[in-house]
């Protein structure tokens, strides 16, 4: 998967986008409000199972629902992980966004998403271990396969934030395939909590995960706390995403220091 973005001074865009009224914007009353409005089109998710059951194998544990042709979750190793459909694997937890936690079977979903030509089914959960406690169980956990050729399924491993969980994904009006909104803390409160994401839009793709474009310029917005609602709004870059992504820093890494320092003092 590649990720390609415009360059440019993420401080002082980031100060700009803090002080600047955002003209025209949208509110609502939550992060996970503000990222469904931008779902045009039909792309509601219908539970299909939320137990599963565990046994063992050769390979490891295996963690099976009661849906017949359902993915299956196996845990290999001390921290391997798959998801399995027939006979195909795909990895668990070594993505494109860095590696991910293995799923807390406990609370997870089996969930369905059907499109006119595309079906789609998903693993979702919070992260086990470390991802149970403190802030890192703001992050929800997306395995989500395209089952459309039963013969050649294809895996998107996702995360979310915000308590998003499968409203993380939609679809746009103009979309064939399923889209992705993935979110990135953009500024913390001088309390330490976020009050700013930038939102980057994907297509769920046959050859994975894709920035979608409008005129040449990836599709994305700025999502901010606006007193007790929160405003959203498009804009051109996502400077903290475009870092991050440039550095091949993992998902979970945390806001500079130095980002707080130019919101909180621009003088300086």
């Not at 966004?97 to 789609?120: H, Q, V």
Request: aromatic share 10%; hydrophobic share 40%; proline share 7%.
């Amino acid at each position: 998967m590649s990720f390609t973005h415009r360059p440019g001074r993420y401080c002082l865009t980031l100060f700009l986008l803090s002080v600047l009224p955002l003209a025209q914007a949208d509110t609502y009353e939550s992060p996970s409000a503000a990222v469904q409005s931008l779902w045009r089109g039909e792309a509601s998710s219908s539970v299909l199972s939320s137990r599963f059951t565990q046994q063992a194998s050769k390979a490891g544990a295996e963690f099976r629902s009661e849906v017949k042709n359902a993915p299956t979750y196996l845990q290999t190793g001390a921290e391997s992980a798959w998801v399995a459909l027939g006979r195909k694997r795909f990895d668990a937890v070594a993505t494109p966004w860095g590696s991910f936690p293995r799923l807390d079977m406990r609370s997870a979903r089996l969930l369905e998403i059907n499109l006119p030509k595309k079906r789609y089914q998903l693993l979702v959960g919070p992260g086990a271990g470390l991802f149970g406690v403190g802030d890192w169980q703001r992050y929800g956990f997306l395995h989500v396969i395209d089952v459309s050729a039963p013969s050649a399924p294809v895996h998107y491993p996702l995360y979310a934030h915000a308590d998003l969980a499968e409203h993380a994904l939609g679809r746009l009006a103009d979309s064939p395939v399923l889209n992705y909104a993935r979110l990135v803390p953009a500024s913390r409160s001088k309390a330490g909590e976020i009050d700013a994401y930038e939102i980057s839009l994907y297509a769920l793709g046959r050859k994975g995960i894709e920035r979608i474009l409008r005129e040449g310029i990836p599709l994305a917005y700025l999502l901010k706390r606006d007193g007790e609602a929160w405003a959203i709004d498009r804009v051109e870059r996502t400077p903290v995403t475009t870092e991050r992504d440039e550095e091949h820093r993992p998902f979970t890494t945390p806001l500079r220091p130095a980002l707080f320092k130019v919101k909180e003092s621009p003088a300086e």
